[in-house]
């Protein structure tokens, strides 16, 4: 005879196990898996009232009408942590808030007429100048195992289970999270944002590890350097030695704690 199966979604005897076991069995089932949360930010952006900005003494000037789409995740906490008030004590020391400062769209159509039918937003169709803005603060969950992800893309694909935040941020706009662990980031994006182009758009306060990839490159000719496709060769070794200590001075903007260079993101999520 089949037996009903319902059963196997509930356990009513789980209060009757020794409080040992019970703790076990919520530390298995609610510490979080690592997880990847990218935040994406868009081509730049110049005022129309700029046209020259990149010509000369034109582009310092220029500065302050620089910016940028920025498109956050919004996360929340995982319901299994909410059960019972012996799962919140178990599982709470998975996770804290972290703090997101920064402006968002007021005009969601914006947005709306930049996506595309299968979740794609083009910002590279954006041609008007910055729309108007509400500054925001957001509690955002982090679990211990988190890893925030900054790239420059100008066509984000939008998370099918995650809504976004969407931002216009520059020097006098910035997005600004405090609390967030573990960050990594292109080591020459960092570079270029926060030495060369000295920006405070986006800040990152607080963090433990920033890890900044360093990629390889096969027959690099540019600048004069001339690199043989023998073999390839790390970003680090091809950098010079003041651009080098350009990039460590940059982090000390954030307050990192500590600095790590890997070669991928997914080396960077392994180490976390």
Same mark, same amino acid.
């Given at each position: 005879?089949?037996?009903?199966?319902?059963?196997?979604?509930?356990?009513?005897?789980?209060?009757?196990?020794?409080?040992?076991?019970?703790?076990?069995?919520?530390?298995?089932?609610?510490?979080?898996?690592?997880?990847?949360?990218?935040?994406?930010?868009?081509?730049?952006?110049?005022?129309?009232?700029?046209?020259?900005?990149?010509?000369?003494?034109?582009?310092?000037?220029?500065?302050?009408?620089?910016?940028?789409?920025?498109?956050?995740?919004?996360?929340?906490?995982?319901?299994?942590? $909410?059960?019972?008030? =012996?799962?919140?004590?178990?599982?709470?020391?998975? +996770?804290?808030?972290? @703090?997101?400062? #920064?402006? %968002? *769209?007021?005009?969601?159509?914006?947005?709306?007429?930049?996506?595309?039918?299968?979740?794609?937003?083009?910002?590279?169709?954006?041609?008007?100048?910055?729309?108007?803005?509400?500054?925001?603060?957001?509690?955002?969950?982090?679990?211990?195992?988190?890893?925030?992800?900054?790239?420059?893309?100008?066509?984000?694909?939008?998370?099918?289970?995650?809504?976004?935040?969407?931002?216009?941020?520059?020097?006098?706009?910035?997005?600004?999270?405090?609390?967030?662990?573990?960050?990594?980031?292109?080591?020459?994006?960092?570079?270029?944002?926060?030495?060369?182009?000295?920006?405070?758009?986006?800040? $990152?306060?607080?963090? =433990?590890?920033?890890?900044?990839?360093?990629?390889? +490159?096969?027959?690099? @000719?540019?600048? #004069?350097? %001339? *690199?043989?496709?023998?073999?390839?060769?790390?970003?680090?070794?091809?950098?010079?030695?003041?651009?080098?200590?350009?990039?460590?001075?940059?982090?000390?903007?954030?307050?990192?704690?500590?600095?790590?260079?890997?070669?991928?993101?997914?080396?960077?999520?392994?180490?976390?």
């Amino acid at each position: 005879m089949l037996q009903n199966t319902s059963c196997c979604c509930s356990f009513p005897q789980f209060s009757l196990l020794p409080a040992e076991l019970r703790r076990q069995i919520w530390e298995l089932a609610l510490l979080p898996a690592p997880t990847i949360s990218t935040i994406a930010l868009s081509y730049t952006r110049w005022d129309p009232l700029d046209p020259q900005a990149y010509d000369g003494p034109s582009f310092e000037i220029a500065q302050g009408s620089l910016w940028y789409f920025a498109f956050v995740p919004c996360r929340t906490l995982p319901a299994i942590l $909410f059960t019972s008030q =012996e799962a919140f004590s178990v599982g709470q020391r998975y +996770y804290h808030f972290a @703090r997101q400062i #920064g402006h %968002e *769209i007021v005009d969601k159509a914006i947005i709306s007429d930049l996506t595309t039918s299968d979740g794609k937003i083009f910002v590279e169709d954006y041609s008007s100048s910055m729309p108007v803005i509400e500054r925001k603060e957001r509690a955002l969950p982090c679990s211990i195992n988190d890893l925030v992800h900054v790239t420059i893309d100008p066509k984000v694909s939008s998370p099918e289970h995650l809504p976004l935040s969407h931002h216009a941020i520059s020097d006098l706009h910035p997005l600004t999270f405090e609390g967030v662990k573990y960050l990594v980031m292109d080591a020459m994006e960092f570079y270029n944002r926060m030495y060369v182009m000295n920006a405070n758009s986006l800040v $990152f306060k607080g963090l =433990e590890v920033l890890y900044l990839v360093m990629g390889r +490159y096969d027959e690099i @000719r540019d600048g #004069g350097w %001339e *690199i043989p496709g023998e073999g390839a060769v790390d970003m680090w070794d091809f950098l010079k030695p003041w651009e080098r200590l350009d990039l460590e001075v940059g982090t000390k903007k954030w307050g990192v704690r500590e600095v790590v260079f890997v070669g991928s993101v997914g080396e960077a999520m392994e180490r976390v």
